[in-house]
C-alpha cells in the first residue's frame, strides 16, 4: 500500500520568515495529494490540494508543490504569522479507491 | 468544503462498557464517510471505511468485533467502541467525501477517555 513520509517533524520559524515541509509517497499511481492542518483538539482542516496533472498550485501565502518523477510534493507558507502555528499532515490517494494515506505531521512554531 | 458534525464531543466510560459515537454529513449526502483514531502527538490512522447500506470495511489490524461501525442512512454513520478499555482512549474523527474531486472533511472529533 502506499507510504508517506514527512519532514521535518518539528520546524520553529521566525515570524514573517518561510516554512517549507516536505512529503514523499511511494505508490506512482497516487493522483490527489492534499494538505491538513490542525490546531490542538481541533479537527484537521484542508488549506491546499493537488492534483497529479498540476504541478503547482498557491493560494495566498500558501503553495504546493509536486515533482511526480521524484515522488515528492512540499508545501510552502511564506509570511508566517502566529496564527500558523500547528500541525500540518500531508496525504496522498492513490488511483484505486478514496482512502487517504497521512504522513506523520510537522509541528510548526512560528515565534513572534 | 462538506459540513460534519461528530457526537459526543467528549466521554469518558469505565472499562468494560461500550460508547457509541455519532457522525453527521449536515449539508450533503454522503455514501462513503471514514473513521480515524489518532492518539496524543501522533497522525490519523485509518480505522474503516463506512458504506451506506453495506458493510464496513476496516483496515488491517482493526477488529471489527470491536469497533461496530453502521452507515444506515445518507447522513449518519455511527462507531460503537464495544468493551472499552483504556488502551481504546484516543481521538475518533470522522471524515466524509465531497467535491468533484473528492476531498475529504473531517468532523470535530470524540475525545474518549477510558478509565
Known amino acids: 500500500g502506499e507510504n508517506v513520509e514527512q519532514h521535518p517533524s518539528t520546524l520553529s520559524v521566525q515570524e514573517g520568515d518561510s516554512a517549507v515541509i516536505k512529503c514523499t509517497y511511494s505508490d506512482s499511481a497516487s493522483n490527489y495529494f492534499p494538505w491538513y492542518k490542525q490546531e490542538l483538539g481541533k479537527r484537521p482542516q484542508l488549506i491546499i490540494d493537488i492534483r497529479s496533472n498540476v504541478g503547482e498550485k498557491k493560494d495566498q501565502r500558501i503553495a504546493v508543490t509536486l515533482n511526480k518523477t521524484a515522488k515528492h510534493f512540499s508545501l510552502h507558507i511564506t509570511e508566517t504569522q502566529p496564527e500558523d502555528s500547528a500541525v500540518y499532515f500531508c496525504a496522498a490517494r492513490g488511483a484505486a479507491g478514496n482512502k487517504l494515506t497521512f504522513g506523520g505531521g510537522t509541528r510548526v512554531l512560528v515565534k513572534p | 468544503g462538506a459540513v460534519v458534525s461528530q457526537h459526543p464531543s467528549r466521554v469518558i466510560c469505565k472499562s468494560g462498557t461500550s460508547v457509541k459515537i455519532e457522525c453527521r454529513s449536515l449539508?450533503?449526502?454522503?455514501?462513503?464517510m471514514f473513521w480515524y483514531r489518532q492518539f496524543p502527538k501522533q497522525s490519523l490512522m485509518l480505522m474503516a471505511t463506512s458504506n451506506e447500506g453495506s458493510k464496513a470495511t476496516y483496515e488491517q489490524g482493526v477488529e471489527k468485533d470491536k469497533f461496530l461501525i453502521n452507515h444506515a442512512s445518507l447522513t449518519l454513520s455511527t462507531l460503537t467502541v464495544t468493551s472499552a478499555h483504556p488502551e481504546d482512549s484516543s481521538f475518533y474523527i470522522c471524515?466524509?467525501?465531497?467535491?468533484?474531486?473528492?476531498?475529504?472533511?473531517f468532523g470535530p472529533g470524540t475525545r474518549l477517555t477510558v478509565t
Open positions: 449539508d450533503f449526502q454522503a455514501t462513503t
Open positions: 471524515s466524509v467525501l465531497s467535491g468533484q474531486i473528492y476531498e475529504q472533511y
